[in-house]
Nanobody
């Protein structure tokens, strides 16, 4: 049974930082590209960042480049999203996704999401 469990969301002030984690199980994690998406109220789900199976290749949405960093630990079946210089526009539910062979694919599996709220 595939499971993706996100954690680390919460309320943070503008300019602050958060680190999201996603714990994966039920599939061969090291063979999957992984990604983070987000969905704000009234908006479509959008890609935030993605990482290749080995971790050597990453891609980011233009809106988060230079502020967010995606990484992974294949020994622990974890993927992370370090978010710095957070802005109110980053407020959304953040979802972990397991893409499959390519970080350019839409995720095959999804987590339940974790809420990130950026507000003073």
């Amino acid at each position: 049974q595939v499971q993706l469990v996100e954690s680390g969301g919460g309320l943070v002030q503008p300019g602050g930082s958060l680190r999201l984690s996603c714990a994966a199980s039920g599939f061969t994690f090291s063979s999957y590209a992984m990604s983070w998406y987000r969905q704000a109220p009234g908006k479509e789900r959008e890609l935030v960042a993605a990482i290749s199976s080995g971790g050597s290749t990453t891609r980011y949405a233009d809106t988060v480049k230079g502020r967010f960093t995606i990484s992974r630990d294949n020994a622990k079946n974890l993927v992370y999203l370090q978010m710095n210089s957070l802005e109110p526009e980053d407020t959304a539910v953040y979802y972990c996704g397991a893409n499959g062979i390519s970080l350019y694919l839409t995720p095959r599996y999804w987590g339940q999401g974790t809420q990130v709220t950026v507000s003073s």
